[in-house]
Nanobody, 126 residues
């Protein structure tokens, strides 16, 4: 059974930082694209960032470029989203996603992903 388990969410002041781990199990970790989406109340799901486990390529949404960094730890089957310089508009539920057959030009489309975690809430106060 494929599982993606997120943690690390919480309440932080604007300008602060959080790191979100996503631990994967039940599939060959190295073959997948793994990353993060977010969804704020009343808004559509937004692609935040993904990483290719096969070659380490990373992709970021425009709203987080330069502030967020995605990385992976093979030994722990874990992907991390380091979020710096957080803004109130970063407030959302953050969801870990994974897929093996990803059309990279569509990486920011939520419909491309078969596997989703349960989500973790990030709240940034002004």
């Amino acid at each position: 059974e494929v599982q993606l388990v997120e943690s690390g969410g919480g309440l932080v002041q604007a300008g602060g930082s959080l790191r979100l781990p996503c631990t994967a199990s039940g599939f060959t970790f190295d073959d997948y694209y793994i990353g993060w989406f977010r969804q704020a109340p009343g808004k559509e799901r937004e692609g935040v960032s993904i990483i290719s486990r096969s070659d380490g390529s990373t992709y970021y949404g425009d709203s987080v470029k330069g502030r967020f960094t995605i990385s992976s730890d093979n030994a722990k089957n874990t992907v991390y989203l380091q979020m710096n310089s957080l803004k109130p508009e970063d407030t959302a539920g953050y969801y870990c996603v994974a897929d093996i057959l990803l059309l990279i030009r569509l990486w920011a489309s939520p419909h491309e992903y078969d596997q989703w975690g349960q989500g973790t809430q990030v709240t940034v106060s002004s």
